[in-house]
């Protein structure tokens, strides 16, 4: 990746809506050359896809919750089991494989204390060798950027 693709990189995790043509003036490229650098960042999978921006109080969530699993029994079916559970489960919104305390830590949206808790009753503890589960909520968002700080090693 050289300095023009990371310039097509940040302008369009700004704005994906731009044209190819705004793309390309941003980035001080003709229309062609830009368009066939997207296609091959598009290519080798450096961009992944093209969403919108969803305000998630807007959307009648106004609860995000962290939440910290611990588990009892690592058997690979024990795990396999755990993830593909937390993949069907559109409330949670990111998980991450943890090291120190915890072995997961989640990222869930929620309407309200109630609908949290019937997902923990229902889905998070029904699953096999929860060990704990500790949750926490977030009453505030100091920054929450979606920008990836995409830099060019030097020599490239």
């Known amino acids: 990746m050289d300095a023009i693709d990371a310039r097509i990189i940040r ?11 705004e793309l390309a003036e941003e980035v001080g490229l003709s229309p ?16 992944q896809g093209y969403t919108a921006l969803v305000d998630q109080k807007a959307c009648g969530y106004p609860i995000t919750c962290l939440v910290r699993i611990r588990l009892a029994n690592h058997s690979q079916e024990n795990v396999q089991a755990f993830e593909r ?25 929620a309407r309200s204390l109630d609908d949290y808790e019937q997902l923990v009753r229902h889905t ?10 500790e949750t926490s909520f ?3 968002v100091v920054k929450k950027s979606r920008i990836l700080p995409v830099r060019v090693e030097k020599g490239t």
Not at 32 to 47: D, F, K, Q, T, Y
Not at 89 to 105: F, R, V
């Open 11 to 21: 302008a369009l995790q700004r704005d994906g809506r731009l044209t190819n043509l």
């Open 32 to 47: 062609s050359p830009c368009l066939r650098r997207v296609r091959n960042l598009e290519a080798a999978g450096v961009i």
């Open 85 to 109: 559970k937390i993949a069907e489960t559109d409330a949670i919104l990111d998980c991450y494989l943890m090291t120190g305390g915890a072995d997961y830590e989640l990222r869930i949206v």
């Open 124 to 133: 998070i503890q029904k699953l096999p060798g929860i060990a704990s589960i």
């Open 138 to 140: 977030a009453y505030g």
